[in-house]
T-cell receptor, first 112, second 116 residues
């Protein structure tokens, strides 16, 4: 079946780069997503990448996709305390992000 | 536009009672999704609608759960005979169905359910 795995915790210093990793098992995944969830709130889409791409950059965010290894990463440059949140990786088949399979999230803590 | 709104935000109920959650999607969005999220886990897909049609239901959606979207606008999720295992946050999200727009879904802030 489908499975999306993430490490549970990451702690960085303000100003450093953060790298959050994700692996998935379904080779038919066509889109991969990163979401951010702040305490007590819903999820906010940060970015997504189509499976035939290997990199996407959007301001401080860089997504790298290694389709062969089914590995996805999110790099946040110049991490700020406001970036502290839970980050979820998700995958979908086809253009229907609402039917995605989500990982269990990585809690990012940014220390001043 | 105020985004996706959910009501109530918090609900505490006794085991065996029925509860209903409401979701108002972004007004022009024709797709609407329901998820369940427990502490330390990601959202789990429950069901989705395109307009008023319920197109898919997860096997997680037991027969005690029912969702409706009668006029293709707001949706309700009802849980009958609640059990302690139903305690979770119930998230709603919406999107457009056209092409690449289907890749961007907007979540509400969730409805927390505690069954005591």
């Amino acid at each position: 079946g489908e499975d999306v795995e993430q490490s549970l915790f990451l702690s960085v210093r303000e100003g450093d780069s953060s790298v959050i990793n994700c692996t998935y098992t379904d080779s038919s995944s066509t889109y991969l997503y990163w979401y951010k969830q702040e305490p007590g709130a819903g999820l906010q889409l940060l970015t997504y990448i189509f499976s035939n791409m290997d990199m996407k950059q959007d301001q401080r965010l860089t997504v790298l996709l290694n389709k062969k290894d089914k590995h996805l990463s999110l790099r946040i440059a110049d991490t700020q305390t406001g970036d502290s949140a839970i980050y979820f990786c998700a995958e979908s088949k086809g253009v229907n992000a609402g039917k995605s399979t989500f990982g269990d999230g990585t809690t990012l803590t940014v220390k001043p | 536009d105020t985004g996706v709104s959910q009501d109530p935000r918090h609900k505490i109920t006794k085991r065996g009672q029925n509860v209903t959650f409401r979701c108002d999607p972004i007004s022009e969005h024709n797709r609407l999704y329901w998820y369940r999220q427990t502490l330390g886990q990601g959202p789990e897909f429950l069901t989705y609608f395109q307009n008023e049609a319920q197109l898919e239901k997860s096997r997680l959606l037991s027969d005690r759960f029912s969702a409706e979207r009668p006029k293709g606008s707001f949706s309700t999720l009802e849980i009958q005979r609640t059990e302690q295992g139903d305690s979770a946050m119930y998230l709603c999200a919406s999107s457009l169905a056209q092409g690449i727009s289907g890749n961007t879904i907007y979540f509400g802030e969730g409805s927390w359910l505690t069954v005591v």
